[in-house]
């Protein structure tokens, strides 16, 4: 996995002034030092994909990922490989 992806958030999936925004950053960024692809979401105990796991997949899956690092046009910006269905 790539560590050097950054925490990524988009307004409309993250505000940064909700009041867990400064523990879903420490999470965010645990796992990625871990190396994990994933960490539980520290107020409802989901499961959230990382910057870096979601940048390895290499496209955007269109679901509003909380840490897509793809760029946003009217939504998520699909970029599939070409043999995805």
């Not at 409802?44 to 509003?64: D, K």
């Amino acid at each position: 996995m790539t560590n050097h992806v950054p925490f990524i958030t988009h307004r409309e999936r993250l505000n940064p002034e909700r009041h867990d925004f400064e523990a879903i950053r420490i999470a965010h960024d645990g796992a990625v030092r871990e190396e994990e692809k994933i960490y539980r979401d520290p107020t409802t105990g989901l499961m959230v994909f990382t910057a870096p796991a979601l940048a390895e997949r290499g496209w955007c899956c269109e679901r509003g990922c909380r840490h897509c690092p793809y760029p946003t046009e009217y939504g998520p910006l699909r970029q599939q490989p070409e043999n995805h269905s």
